[in-house]
């Protein structure tokens, strides 16, 4: 596998195999001394032009677990602001001696275009409203560790909440989809895509007639802008008929559990807080970052060198 | 005693007729066709169609403002490079073409390049913000015929009102680019399952209807004169065709591309293949098609809009809409086979000569008589792009790796050679 871009390229196969790689890293994780030589001599840059706190610390954490050099990309200080074109900055970056770029940016594509003009690997920790395959990455192994579940058939997933601007939510259609699940879709028409009917999806716009029948809860932020936009009238009305409220929590079936990609939009579509969930995920989500993104850099990376050594 | 040209060998395509026959052509002029023509220099047409110069009533040449893509020199050599001996230049120029000054400027760029006619077009709006009209008048008298804000449609309805009814008064067309703006805010691609796959926002088709459809209904209650630029969708064609048959003075383009890619191409994130309007659905693309053989469409338009590879080389969203096209246009629509020779003839020359007024000069039949401005093409030559072969300024082709057929091979300017064997002569 040269590339992590999205779901789609990644394929069932190579899904399967990158959570079946995690558990080698977790139980590394768990070491007293959680690190190992894999990755040493190889460097890993961090291209973050947009904001991220839990996506490119778990990366740096997890190439550092591996003993990669890592190098970080500051927008705000770099070249990118006296006018140096996407194409030259990866191509400078490149000349330094790159084995991987991990790259996060507000447009579609951009993970695409960029691997036309580097000979590293590139990895998408975010493109837009496309792609987050990391993040789905996260949240199949995190299901899988809550339930044991090798497959995810007959398990029903419902994602709420603004299915149209998120990258989360169509990394993990696929991902869920592919691994078995049969997914719903909870939003307002407004803050669905036009047209999914070519989706292996159901919808719903009524979160209470759905509640009740899944097996996995997955809650997306809903950003303030969207108010502006006139994709809900208010922030209030959207979290009455779409927030995780405690009346809501107690319609959820017995076993079924809660997850958000974060950050959580506290009072908006968590109108609870989520340690008052009992099946709630969301810091297992959080904890199976850095040894999912381990797996991530690991295969694309490595060179078959042992996991077992000590650095 | 002037030299003489002689076109040899070449089926000539006029409108009642289609013969076999040389060309001679002195002073600017064609002077006879007939069998066994001798000239002081001849040029070999076996093979090859004879007709009219092409007319483009859509290229951006950037000059003045955004040399850096294109000059008016160089987008007039890819012009007769493309069989193409007008051009009607589009007015988002900076300083825009709203004053007597800039489209002076234009047509003498025009003429000092020497290789096709440069026809600037007037804005609608003064500086194109569709706030206020400009001076339609004035630009009139000195030769406009033709006013749009290409690039921008005009959004305010009664300010569109009042531009076809002053529009009237003056004899000149107005061409509307059909765009609600608040319906295609940050759009990057058309409004589709692909568009939902890759997260993008969408340019819905009804932003071009609608505004096909009030500009239809101003027509008919203004008498004015109308023009259709870039037409992209099925439902615009319909309205169109419905329009033409209530007798209303419309007339329609569509672009090469338009009729040859669909939208499924921006899942490649290369955005060589972003335009506006944006590349639709292969059902679009069968109507446009469709309205090309019943003549609801008038012409094949280029839309020429080059752009700096620095600019291309954004992502999707930032990158901005555009593609080449005068040198390819022909050799896309006979790959595409949509129709007949004659067909693309009248929708390359005789109908948009008519509709940029400039059928005095251009799109006439072939005939003893008439200004030389021709174009001698190789209906069958199937060839590929090679971007930088180009002689635009610009490399933003869609076309790379994709077999064209049809090119041209002679292009004759007043009576001059501008194109030998697909060679510019200047």
Redesign the interface.
């Known amino acids: 596998m040269k590339h992590l871009r999205s779901i789609d390229e990644l394929g069932l196969e190579g899904l399967t195999a990158l959570l079946q790689l995690t558990d080698h890293m977790a139980e590394i994780n768990h070491r007293p001394v959680p690190k190992v030589p894999a990755l040493r001599g190889r460097t890993v840059a961090s291209l973050f032009f947009e904001d991220s706190t839990r996506t490119r610390l778990s990366f740096e954490t997890a190439a550092k677990r591996l003993s990669a050099d890592t190098m970080t990309f500051n927008v705000s200080t770099s070249s990118v602001n006296k006018g140096e074109?996407?194409?030259d900055t990866v191509a400078t970056i490149t000349d330094m001696g790159v084995d991987a770029f991990v790259v996060r940016?507000?447009?579609?594509?951009?993970p695409?275009?960029i691997s036309q003009w580097t000979s590293a690997s590139i990895i998408n920790a975010g493109d837009?409203?496309?792609?987050h395959p990391t993040q789905a990455l996260v949240d199949c192994y995190t299901i899988r560790e809550a339930t044991h579940a090798q497959s995810f058939a007959g398990m029903k997933v419902a994602i709420v909440g603004d299915i149209k601007?998120?990258?989360v939510a169509?990394s993990n259609i696929q991902a869920f989809t592919l691994l078995g699940a049969s997914v719903v879709l909870v939003a307002p028409p407004t803050l669905l895509?036009?047209?999914?009917?070519?989706?292996p999806v159901s919808v719903s716009h009524k979160l209470d007639e759905v509640i009740g029948t899944v097996d996995v809860l997955y809650m997306l932020r809903l950003q303030s802008e969207r108010m502006a936009q006139g994709h809900v009238p208010t922030l209030r009305e959207y979290s009455e008929q779409y927030g995780l409220t405690q009346k809501r929590v107690l319609t959820l079936k017995s076993d079924a559990i809660v997850m958000h990609p974060g950050p959580m939009n506290r009072g908006v579509e968590m109108q609870i807080d989520p340690s008052d969930v009992k099946n709630s995920l969301i810091h297992r989500q959080v904890a199976n970052g850095v040894s999912v993104r381990m797996a991530v850099l690991f295969e694309l990376l490595g060179s078959g060198s042992s996991l077992g050594g000590q650095a | 005693m002037s030299k003489s040209l002689v076109i040899k060998g070449g089926t000539i395509i006029n409108r009642k007729s289609q013969e076999v026959a040389d060309v001679k052509i002195e002073n600017g002029c064609v002077v006879e066709v007939g069998k066994n023509l001798k000239g002081d220099t001849q040029l070999d047409a076996s093979g090859c169609i004879v007709s009219s110069g092409f007319v483009d009533l859509h290229a951006h040449l950037r000059e003045p403002g955004k040399e850096e893509a294109e000059t008016i020199e160089t987008g007039s050599r890819a012009g007769a490079l493309g069989g193409y001996t007008a051009l009607v230049a589009m007015p988002n120029t900076d300083p825009p073409q709203d004053s007597v000054a800039v489209i002076d400027f234009v047509r003498e760029q025009g003429k000092r390049a020497g290789l096709v006619d440069v026809v600037p077009s007037g804005c609608i709006t003064l500086g194109r913000q569709g706030e206020s009209l400009a001076p339609m008048a004035e630009l009139a008298h000195a030769g406009v015929t033709f006013f749009t804000d290409d690039g921008n449609g005009v959004q305010d309805a009664a300010l569109m009102r009042r531009a076809l009814e002053y529009a009237r008064g003056l004899g000149v067309t107005l061409a509307q680019h059909c765009e609600v703006a608040e319906l295609t805010k940050g759009a990057?691609m058309n409004?589709?399952?692909c568009?939902?796959?890759?997260?993008?926002p969408?340019w819905?088709a009804i932003a071009e209807e609608l505004m096909v459809f009030r500009d239809i209904e101003l027509v008919r209650i203004t008498g004015a004169s109308m023009h259709f630029l870039h037409l992209s969708t099925k439902r615009s064609v319909e309205l169109v065709r419905a329009a033409k048959r209530d007798g209303l003075p419309i007339t329609a383009e569509v672009t090469p591309h338009h009729l040859s890619l669909t939208q499924e191409l921006l899942a490649?994130?290369?955005p060589v293949f972003k335009v506006n309007p944006p590349l639709r659905s292969i059902e679009d693309i069968q109507a446009l098609k469709a309205g090309l053989l019943d003549g609801t469409i008038d012409a094949i338009a280029t839309d020429h809009a080059p752009h700096p590879r620095?600019d291309k080389?954004?992502?999707?969203?930032?990158a901005p809409p555009g593609m080449l096209g005068l040198e390819t246009a022909l050799g896309v629509v006979l790959a595409e086979g949509a129709c007949e020779l004659r067909d693309v003839v009248a929708l390359m020359s005789w109908n948009p000569a008519k509709i940029a007024r400039v059928d005095a000069e251009h799109g006439r039949d072939v005939v003893a008589g008439v200004n030389a401005n021709l174009c001698v093409f190789d209906p069958q030559l199937t060839w590929s792009v090679d971007p930088e072969r180009l002689a635009s300024k610009s490399i933003n082709t869609p076309y790379i790796g994709r077999t064209l057929r049809g090119r041209v091979r002679h292009t004759i300017f007043k009576g001059t050679p501008t194109v030998i064997d697909g060679q510019a002569q200047k």
């Open positions: 074109s996407l194409r940016h507000k447009s579609v594509g951009i695409w275009q837009g409203a496309h792609q601007h998120s990258r169509r895509p036009p047209d999914v009917s070519h989706w | 990057v409004e589709c399952s568009c939902t796959d890759l997260g993008l969408g819905p490649s994130y290369n620095r080389e954004m992502s999707l969203d930032l």
